[in-house]
């Protein structure tokens, strides 16, 4: 299995846009035949910081992710600037 925890730093004034696409892309990943987990969480002490859990089957399961129109769309939509801050952790769950 792969994990990908990404941290998502969102312009305040931006947050409900950001929710429209991710709401969209989450939804549509889990429906992905090697998307195991898609969850987005929120911050209590700072509502522009998210955590994004994903969890794919293998490798080619998250780059067949990366393939998809809800994931294109994802990437030119966070490209307008809502996305203050980015950290991301991808790799092999080793325990």
């Known amino acids: 299995m ?17 929710l429209e696409v991710i709401r969209l892309n989450a939804a549509e990943s889990v429906r992905e035949p090697g998307c195991l987990r898609f969850e987005v969480n929120q911050s209590r002490e700072q509502p522009n910081l998210f955590a994004l859990s994903e969890q794919y ?18 990437k030119e939509k966070s ?17």
């Open 2 to 18: 792969i994990n990908v925890v990404v941290i998502l730093e969102i312009d305040p004034a931006r947050v409900d846009e950001f």
């Open 57 to 74: 089957r293998d490798a080619q399961a998250l780059e067949e992710h990366t393939k998809t129109a809800h994931f294109a769309l994802w």
């Open 79 to 95: 490209a307008t600037g809502f996305v203050v801050k980015r950290w991301a952790v991808k790799g092999p769950v080793l325990f």
